[in-house]
């Protein structure tokens, strides 16, 4: 009976490594240089085990090639690397309408309100959550926004004085979280926040669960909705926690009633809401077209909570190891000051070393490190014999494009002097795809980096910033998710600049 046992152990076990090795043979049958796959994992088991994110393996299988375009397998499924300049400008830019999708599944069923948000959302219903969010980057609402992110930056800074007299080193990413928060309600929802002051504030509340790596279960989903799409059903992929998508859909219709109650016009996302309400005439705060609402309010909280306070979390590290950019910056600030009193929205475009910086910064670290794409129809890759099927998935690293010594020479070094061309679209080609490029490209790349400035600049201009002493010089990376974020903290040493 035993020995029936093992037996039928054993042809199970091997009917499932044929079938995982089943594709093994797709890409050397096309002619396409590829990485051996090992066992069930593909290439990516150090993913699976997370030993290494999703952006550190592609950024790995990016360093060891130099073809224009190499396949590689997540599990058993055959996935296209690309490399060559062209053919990505191809896939984001020229050819997007084959390229539409990104590669993660939907899973309305499970979670209708996050697969509702444009990044996840599908074709062509991705269009409409996407520009129903474009009104929110205009000239005019950034400038309208201008003074209370001044504000919220100024609280940083007394937070920061704060902290200076009571603790030696200050961990920079919690305080980051904070003055993002205040920044992005006010302007996106008109909802003055003052989370440095505010014990047990809703909102920062909804940061701690909302990438909460801590919540295996919900760790775990976010990593395979990337890697393993085909397991949606058997592991009931959600983007949100269920308590993150109740906050934001009670939100949604309490801002929604007391805007129409107020009958004023204040040109954020509740204006644009109220607009949709009743157009489409909404009126069952349970619909599927309520849904649709409450998913324009995460996205625009999800899109710039954890990516505008990580990458200025990655800025204030890089500047500590800096002393001398510090003082540029500084110098810059002051000229400008001088000249006109204040900073203002019109002026923030002088402080260029600044900007310069931050590009650095976001070629080194991108929050994003790697782009993904799913094939719509079949097509033939340009200038080359490959045909790629209909639903064939591409993967670009962004990392690994940053850190090519072809486009940025001795590239781990911190130099924001690589930015001081002019004609820099030109320059790096799509070398540089820290907001993506193309129809599905950041549409909050000048929001974030306008935040970012103001927040820089005000730390910068009051305090010259040190690593703390046991801070590693070394970014060290959580495997977990999809997002490039600092492992356990980053702790400065702050001293103030008058004394
Ligand atoms: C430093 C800050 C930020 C970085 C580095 C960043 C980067 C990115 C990247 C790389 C993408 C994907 C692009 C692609 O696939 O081609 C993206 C998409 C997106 N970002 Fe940002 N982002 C930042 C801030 C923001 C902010 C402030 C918002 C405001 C709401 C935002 C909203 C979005 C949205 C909605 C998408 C999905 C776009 C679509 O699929 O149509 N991001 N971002």
Redesign the pocket.
Known sequence: MIFLFIFLLFLLLLMFGSYMSRNNHFWKKRGVPYIKPTIIFGNFLDVFLWRKSIGQKVLEIYKGTLEPYLGFFILDEPILLINDLDLIESI?VKDFNQFRD?TTPKNEEFDPIGFK???FEKSPM?ITA?RR?LP?FTSSKMKSNFEQMKNSAKRMELAIRKSMETRGDIEIKEMLNKVTVDILVNSFYSIETHSFEEKGSPFIGITKILFNWKAIWHALQITYLFIAPQFKRLLRYKVLDQEVTEFFKKLTWDLLINREEENVKRGDLIDILVDIKKSQNVTDEYSREADFLSSLVI??FV??YE??ST?TSFALFELAKNIEAQKLIREEITKVETKSGNITYENLKELKYLERCLLEV?RLH???PF?DRTCNEIYQLPGTELILEKGQKVYIS?SGLGHNPKYYPDPSKFDPSRFENKNLKEKFKSTY??????P??????R??LIS?KIITANIIKNFEVKLAKNQSDTLKINPIGFLAQPMGGLFLKFSDIQQ
């Open positions: 984001l990104r948000m444009s990044f991705w996407r969010l929110l996205a625009a899109g710039s990516t505008t990458t976001m991108p929050i994003l782009l962004v795809l820290t907001f993506g490029i193309g599905r490209a950041c549409p909050g790349k929001f974030a970012m």
